[in-house]
């Protein structure tokens, strides 16, 4: 913090300052409204509190968040202090107070919102950029993904300092990950296909098959993977095989945890003292938490857009265990529900099915059409009241149906 140009430490006091008083007034954590006053006093505050610290940007559709976290976890091993933005404030102003509450971290893991990306990568000399998996994240934004990828590839081009660790699987990550210098690329899975059927390079078909992908027209083709993710484990470069035995649940999480054990490496961090720490991430930002409502366990799954759907199915208990489908249709989850009609509910049958939220009627009238039999419920309580006592309940909610549902097992029940 001493190195700091007197203008930077202003705009990190103030900022600091507000953060506290909107943090009294009872307003979120404070962190990103410091942020903002911080940028506002000083617009290079962002490259000032990043300079001379190791950062690691994290970005994609999902598990942004949940990747933050598991990366965090594995570079506690190297015994300092890592600054993050855990609580998913993802723009400028949440990256600046993230490292402005930590100014002696030597070490900083960020997410970063795809659009801000470019940005950031050069404010703050990235030392390593994730990329994850790239999909529509509402049906009106279909057009910007391309685009997206676009600029991330030319802004790799003018950041040669910068390792880029990229999932292999999904094609036009790969595609935005070739412009850069130095690239690990993993093999972490792409369960949703419905955006990447073109190819980057020359817009003719893309071919699948259990090699991976590759255009039938060009020499673009899916990157050999130095890491790779075996149902429960994970193949290193040199072969050696490691259980995960994450306590977070599912297959989109063992992704997530691939790429950050390749991250982990970057450091000089082996998988089996990365995760040590990762092992003790069990929630993050209260999704997959468990709750108990009225005697019953509550499991809380959140789905933002298509693809989060099918990553939440496979984490569901098996059947007999119910599930609510929660749907809501304001700004934040995007008002258009016609994505419903691209998710598979077929999977969710041979359970009982409770579905509820503002957008109840659109899915109901879409599980009809998969033939899968469901109950219209009045809300969390009353899903959970046609549940045994004793018995688990998985709940899948958008963004906005999934804070209500928190906010109401938050209550006393
Ligand atoms: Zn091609």
């Known amino acids: 913090m001493g190195k700091l140009p007197i203008r930077a430490r202003v705009a990190t006091t103030l900022g600091g300052a507000a953060g506290r008083m909107s943090r009294l007034a009872g307003r979120g954590d404070g962190s990103v409204i410091g942020g903002v006053i911080g940028l506002r006093v000083e617009p290079g505050l962002l490259s000032m509190l990043a300079a001379d610290r190791q950062i690691v940007l994290v970005t994609g559709t999902n598990g942004k968040t949940t990747t933050t976290r598991l990366i965090t976890a594995a570079l506690g091993a190297l015994g300092v202090e890592v600054a993050s933005n855990a609580f998913g404030a993802n723009m400028e102003a949440g990256l600046a107070a993230a490292l402005g509450q930590a100014p002696e971290a030597p070490y900083a893991v960020l997410e970063v919102d795809e659009k801000y990306l470019p940005g950031v990568i050069q404010a703050t000399k990235a030392r390593v950029v994730v990329l994850l998996n790239l999909s529509r994240d509402q049906m009106d934004r279909a057009a910007e993904i391309w685009l997206l990828a676009r600029r991330w590839r030319e802004a790799f081009q003018q950041a040669p300092w910068c390792r880029v660790v990229a999932n292999a699987d999904d094609p036009l ?81 063992r992704s997530n945890a691939v790429v950050a054990l390749a991250v ?4 000089g961090i082996g998988p089996a003292a990365a995760l040590q720490g990762m092992r003790s991430v069990t929630s993050v930002a209260g999704r997959y938490t468990q709750v108990q409502r009225q005697g019953r366990q509550v499991r809380l ?88 006592p004793g018995s688990t309940l998985d709940v899948i909610a958008n963004y906005t149906a999934f804070q209500q549902i928190r906010a109401a097992v938050g209550r006393a029940a």
């Open 173 to 253: 990550i790969a595609w935005a990950a070739m412009g850069a210098a130095q690239v690990t690329w993993v093999a972490a899975g792409q369960r949703w296909h419905e955006d990447s059927w073109c190819c980057p390079q020359c817009g003719s078909h893309l071919r699948r098959d259990d090699m991976g992908w590759r255009c039938g027209e060009c020499t673009f083709s899916r990157p050999a993977a130095r890491w790779v993710l075996d149902e429960s484990r994970v193949i290193d470069s040199t072969g050696g095989m490691t259980e995960l035995n994450l306590a977070l649940p599912g297959r989109a999480n």
């Open 301 to 388: 799954l959140l789905a933002k857009n298509p693809a989060g759907w099918l990553e939440a199915f496979d984490v569901l208990e098996p059947p007999p265990v119910p599930v609510l489908l929660a749907v809501n249709a304001q700004v934040p989850d995007g008002r258009d529900t016609s994505w419903l009609w691209d998710v598979d509910y077929r999977v969710v049958a041979g359970r009982p099915v409770f579905v509820a939220g503002e957008r109840a009627l659109d899915l109901a009238v879409r599980l009809e059409a998969d033939r899968v039999p469901f109950q219209l419920v009045d809300g969390i309580d009353d899903a959970v009241s046609r549940v045994r």
């Open 264 to 267: 982990a490496e970057v450091f």
